[in-house]
């Protein structure tokens, strides 16, 4: 099987999803990983998909073309290297949530203004923290807007989480928001 990384972005409608996928399964391919969102009234997808050999991203990106040109998609479909253990090329697995690693949940909020995800991403990035998953969305009313970001991050297996976290707090809260952060446990199926 070969990999590639699908991304699409469009208006929200309904049955993006469904006529992405419905291609894709003709095709043969299996998505493996994905992300999908409204961001400020439009779709976004990320998709990792393993396709039959010989079925690349060219390929795919051609048979998507009908589907991208009538619901207003921009599609973009590139090959991705996924190593043995599942990884991608260049990662090296440390920082995900490992079995010895830890994994924690962040909620920072505050008035809207430029600079939040900057000084989050900056502090964990600082501490050693690994982006697993972040979302942002701004609440409240237009007159009283609230950035509300949340994030979970694994930390290499040997670091002291809850001393990075605690310093995490600090350095964003004193940008004059609110951090909270918890050990998440995973679950193993």
Known sequence: MEHVALTAVGADRPGIVAALTGVLVDLGCNLEDSTMSILRGHFAVLLVIAAPDGTGAEAIEAALAPVAERLGLMVVVRPLQIEADGQGEGHHGEADAGPDGEVYAFSVHGADRPGIVHRATEALAEAGGNIIDLSTRLVGSDDEPVYVL?????????????????????????????????????DVL
């Open 150 to 186: 949340t994030l979970t991050v694994g930390f290499v297996p040997g670091t002291d989480a809850e001393a990075a976290a605690a310093t995490i707090r600090r350095s964003v809260e004193a940008f004059g928001v609110q951090c909270h952060a918890h050990r998440v446990e995973i």
